[in-house]
């Protein structure tokens, strides 16, 4: 099975999937054909190369509008023939153009409990809001804004003295954990969507 992850930032995210598939034991069959970025200098890149992963960028600078870069986008990720594509904190809106050429098959990782905190924001928007329970969701992606059917989810504990950073390191060990499961279930496994409904993979635990 073959994956391109796109990422914004540091990677943290993407280094999991490096280290469960791309080194001399991999959890399945699974290959990162490539590793994609919106900007040049996000150190994902750095994780990447030095993983031996081919990288590519795609700036929306570079492009008149957003439906050209999106179409762009497009292009540069289906030259590598992906059968999922993993935005693993990728800061950016996937258009119509990008999504009806992948259909069902783009995964986002999201550090809340959907259909609540969606956005860009959605650790700091729950502990504004004072909840005791907040988590990680993953989903497909679809022309909304975290909006797409659930995969899976699992909650995260707001401790009173969380701060954002704390709080998101939790809901990140457990996004981690539950991508790299999914991802080893897709290499020999379906998901089925029916809808809103998404079924075929359970998490292990």
Do not use: K
Not at 33 to 49: F, K, N, T, Y
Not at 81 to 91: L, R
């Amino acid at each position: 099975m073959r994956l391109v992850t796109l990422a914004s930032g540091s990677g943290t995210l993407t280094q999991a999937l490096i280290d469960a598939f791309a080194g001399p034991a991999p959890a399945a069959d699974v290959t990162i054909a490539a590793i994609g970025s919106d900007r040049p200098d996000a150190q994902v890149l750095d994780r990447a190369r030095g993983a031996g992963i081919e990288t590519f960028v795609v700036a929306p600078g570079e492009h008149a509008s957003r439906d050209d870069w999106n179409i762009a986008l497009a292009e540069a990720v289906a030259a590598y023939e992906p059968d999922w594509v993993v935005s693993a904190g990728f800061m950016r809106i996937l258009g119509t153009d990008f999504i009806t050429r992948f259909p069902q098959r783009i995964i986002n990782t999201h550090p809340a409990l959907l259909p609540s905190f969606p956005g860009a924001h959605g650790v700091s928007d729950a502990l504004a809001y004072g909840v005791t329970v907040t988590g990680s969701t993953i989903h497909l992606v679809d022309a909304g804004v975290d909006t797409g059917p659930i995969i899976a989810q699992e909650p995260v504990r707001v401790a009173p003295t969380d701060t954002e950073d704390t709080l998101h390191e939790r809901i990140r060990q457990v996004e981690r954990r539950l991508l790299v499961e999914l991802i080893t279930h897709l290499a020999d496994g379906e998901l089925h969507v029916d809808g809103r409904h998404v079924t075929g993979f359970r998490p292990p635990r």
